[in-house]
């Protein structure tokens, strides 16, 4: 039911049976949420609160992480590989914005250019897919 719910979220315009899909899927996730245990009832909330594709790929990746390593049947290789993976992406990309932060520091521009907006983070951020292009004006308004 899960996986049916996430694919009708890759729907287009038009697509009238993946529309009703959605509509069945989210009315009957949120009555099975109530009658499951943990870690599948929050693997549900989750999903029904932000789809898989709404969210941002990286954040999405830490938070299953967590919630696997806390079922019964994890695979522990996977689970140590998962973690290594994003630690290890993170720390790549701290050493290149600290790179980045560097550089435009030299350049100067704040001074050079005083008309130009200082964002350097906020457009690494965008690159990166951080900040969400997707996201309802709500949703989007924490970034502001």
């Known amino acids: 039911m899960l996986g049916l719910y996430e694919a009708a979220h890759l729907r287009v315009h038009g697509e009238d049976i993946l529309e009703e899909v959605l509509a069945f899927t989210t009315t009957h996730l949120k009555v099975m949420v109530e009658s499951l245990r943990y870690p599948l009832a929050e693997q549900f909330s989750h999903a029904i609160k932000r789809p898989i594709r709404k969210g941002l790929e990286r954040l999405e990746a830490r938070w299953y992480i967590s919630i696997y390593q806390d079922e019964a049947s994890h695979d522990e290789t996977l689970l140590k590989l998962a973690k290594l993976d994003f630690n290890l992406v993170q720390s790549l ?52």
């Open 93 to 144: 990309q701290e050493e290149e914005l600290s790179n980045l932060s560097r550089w435009w520091k030299e350049l100067d521009f704040a001074t050079k250019l005083p008309f130009s907006r200082d964002r350097l983070v906020e457009c690494y951020f965008w690159i990166l897919g951080i900040c969400d292009g997707y996201g309802t004006l709500e949703e989007l308004k924490n970034f502001t």
